[in-house]
Nanobody, 123 residues
Framework: VQLQASGGGLVQAGGSLRLSCAAS????????IGWFRQAPGKEREGVSC????????YYVDSVKGRFTISRDNANKKVYLQMSSLQPEDTAVYSC?????????????????WGKGTLVTVSS
């Protein structure tokens, strides 16, 4: 099983980025997928999640209205569109499959972690 996040980079405050999570070795349809981030010196936090079938979405309060999660099961990809980025969004972003679903968007509920991608937002 492999999950690979991509699309990170350096962007000015107010800018946008689109992250992609590519999955292989699994049937993506079966899993709720979460995006997590870890900023320097801080604990990892769950940012957003999308359920496997009905595609319910969840966002942490700090990104509501700015981030949009979506998925393309046929192509085994999950996306995180990030807009109005702020310096506090600077972090390594990783995607992951969840064991019991989006209702538990926490690290302990992750089955498979993907390699992260760095997002840096300059002020």
């Amino acid at each position: 099983v492999q999950l690979q996040a991509s699309g990170g980079g350096l962007v000015q405050a107010g800018g946008s980025l689109r992250l992609s999570c590519a999955a292989s070795g699994i049937i993506l349809d079966y899993y709720d997928i979460g995006w997590f981030r870890q900023a320097p010196g801080k604990e990892r936090e769950g940012v957003s999640c999308i359920s496997s079938r009905v595609r319910n979405t969840y966002y942490v309060d700090s990104v509501k209205g700015r981030f949009t999660i979506s998925r393309d099961n046929a192509n085994k990809k999950v996306y995180l569109q990030m807009s109005s980025l702020q310096p506090e969004d600077t972090a390594v972003y990783s995607c992951a499959t969840l064991i019991t679903g989006c209702s538990r968007l926490f690290s302990y509920n992750v089955r498979y972690w993907g390699k992260g991608t760095l997002v840096t937002v300059s002020s």
